[in-house]
Nanobody
Framework: QVQLVESGGGLVQAGGSLRLSCAAS????????MGWFRQAPGKEREFVAA????????YYADSVKGRFTISRDNAKNTVYLQMNSLKPEDTAVYYC?????????????????WGQGTQVTVSS
């Protein structure tokens, strides 16, 4: 069992930066691939970024590539999402999730545990 708690969301102007954190509980955090997803009002939840359990691989949605960076500190049981050059269209509730799949996944249904989400609002 893994419990996830996100933090770091807030209101920022376009072009600004935020860093989201996701703290995980449970001794087996290191074996999970981790992902960030987001859901804007009236839209479906979508994949943002993923990182492998070994920290050797990352993957990003095209919409955030070059602007967002996912990382993790297994010693602290924490995964991060550094978001730079934010745009109004990045406004959403951001969720972290843990997956037991062997390879990283962009598919929501392959993630087993989810946080409660943190709101990110980017003003123009």
């Amino acid at each position: 069992q893994v419990q996830l708690v996100e933090s770091g969301g807030g209101l920022v102007q376009a072009g600004g930066s935020l860093r989201l954190s996701c703290a995980a509980s449970g001794r087996t955090f290191t074996i999970y691939n981790m992902g960030w997803f987001r859901q804007a009002p009236g839209k479906e939840r979508e994949f943002v970024a993923a990182i492998s359990w070994s920290v050797s691989s990352t993957y990003y949605a095209d919409s955030v590539k070059g602007r967002f960076t996912i990382s993790r500190d297994n010693a602290k049981n924490t995964v991060y999402l550094q978001m730079n050059s934010l745009k109004p269209e990045d406004t959403a509730v951001y969720y972290c999730a843990a997956s037991r799949t062997i390879v990283m996944s962009t598919i929501i249904q392959t993630y087993d545990y989810w946080g409660q989400g943190t709101q990110v609002t980017v003003s123009s």
